[in-house]
């Protein structure tokens, strides 16, 4: 009796690898297990449309219930894996229930990192990276009076342009010199920093938070490492997320800065694969060096990875990297992976709005950021396939 392939993760990349094994032909059972309630939903929305009321809970579905009726897919929602049996080819779900398979793959996404700070765990201080936190987050912000946001990356200045859309006092803390260090060239970075100031955002860069301030169990301010106070009652930690790999780790598998896999994305045990967020592989533009890429791009493109191979057409993996950011009016795309030390080349004009940062490694193209201009984005990628992706 077939066992068929169980997904633990129903996120983007796990909802993507049920429908692509049923689109390429996969007869055999598929259960999809995950620890939120309900059925896989998009996260992207969650820091910009859905805090903004312009999504609902039901717009923010992947797909409504019938479709996974059509495709003979099962979905355990708010179910909990306790651990792998790979001896048994099992998992063991915390209600005591026992999934066999012939194949698992790990979908497990990442979880967004918190702060030890004094004040942690006040009221009105919230991660946003799931559902829940972004339910939470948008019924505060209509009832807010003023906003902090500890990050200056993605997630940060996302809802740093929201809250300004609201009309809040928003102020920014982050850690290093300038906003997005480690995801966006200093031309670009600076230029988001600079709209973001227009909207009357304040960044407090270089700083270090100390403590969370609060009364009668609510937040109602920072204290900033050298002595200064920002007022606000609702506070988001965006500091980044940390990849879910201790299933992995207990069961075995070769984990470092999330689960390892080839090329094929098939861990250290050949029936278990692993995708999205939570895995580390070899990134073959770059000399098969180690990443862990965060989209949904990434997710997305391995599940169709894994399902082709599953159904007997193996390919490695080698996908140019996109993603993608809306702050207010302003829409970042990139495409490609680019290094700290990566040559910034500027093409088009800054002020206009609508403008490119073309990354260099030596001589070669590493990645492309765009601003407002879709169409450079698109032939960002198209430039970057064979260098990102070579046969």
Avoid at 46 to 56: C, E, R, T
Avoid at 83 to 101: E, F, K
Avoid at 170 to 199: D, G, N, Y
Avoid at 304 to 312: D, K, S
Wanted: proline residues 6%.
């Amino acid at each position: 009796m077939a066992h068929g392939t169980v997904i633990v993760g129903t996120g983007q990349g796990g909802f993507q690898l049920a429908a692509s094994l049923r689109d390429s032909g996969y007869a055999d059972p598929i259960t999809l297990v995950g620890d939120e309630p309900g059925l896989p939903y998009q996260r992207p929305p969650l820091s910009k449309a859905f805090l903004q009321g312009k999504v609902d809970d039901t717009g923010l579905l992947l797909r409504p219930p019938p479709f996974y009726q059509r495709i003979d897919a099962r979905v355990l929602g708010g179910t909990r894996v306790a651990r792998i049996d790979r001896a048994a080819r099992g998992v063991h779900l915390s209600s005591g229930q026992t999934l066999p398979y012939d194949h698992l793959v790990l979908a497990t996404g990442a979880t967004a990192r918190t702060l030890c700070v004094p004040g942690a765990g006040l009221s009105g201080v919230h991660v946003l990276r799931g559902l829940e936190d972004a339910r939470r987050i948008r019924e505060q912000l209509a009832r807010a009076r003023s906003v902090a946001v500890v990050g200056a990356g993605f997630i940060g200045l996302e809802l740093a342009a929201v809250a300004r859309g609201q009309g809040l006092p928003m102020q920014v803390i982050e850690a290093t010199a300038r906003p997005l260090l480690r995801a966006l060239s200093e031309p670009m970075a600076r230029h988001l920093q600079a709209f973001h100031e227009a909207q009357g955002t304040q960044f407090h860069l270089n700083t270090q938070l100390d403590a969370i301030e609060g009364e009668d169990g609510r937040a109602t301010g920072l204290r900033l490492h050298g002595g200064g106070r920002i007022v606000a009652d609702l506070i988001v930690i965006a500091v980044g997320v940390t990849p879910n790999d201790q299933l992995a780790r207990d069961a075995g598998l070769a984990v470092g800065n999330g689960i390892e896999v080839d090329e094929l994305l098939l861990t250290s045990d050949a029936a278990i694969s692993a995708l999205g967020d939570c895995a580390n592989f070899p990134f073959a533009a770059d000399g098969g060096s180690r990443v862990r890429i965060e989209s949904v791009q990434n997710a997305v493109d391995q599940a169709r990875c894994i399902a082709a191979r599953l159904c007997g057409q193996p390919l490695p993996y080698a996908k140019v990297p996109w993603f993608w950011s809306e702050q207010g009016p302003c829409r970042l795309q990139m495409a490609g992976l680019a290094a700290p030390g990566d040559r910034s080349d500027i093409e088009g004009d800054p002020a206009s709005g609508r403008f490119s940062v073309l990354r260099y490694r030596g001589d070669q193209l590493s990645a492309v950021e765009s601003l407002n201009d879709p169409a450079a984005h698109m032939r960002a990628r198209t430039a970057l396939a064979p260098v990102l992706a070579p046969t």
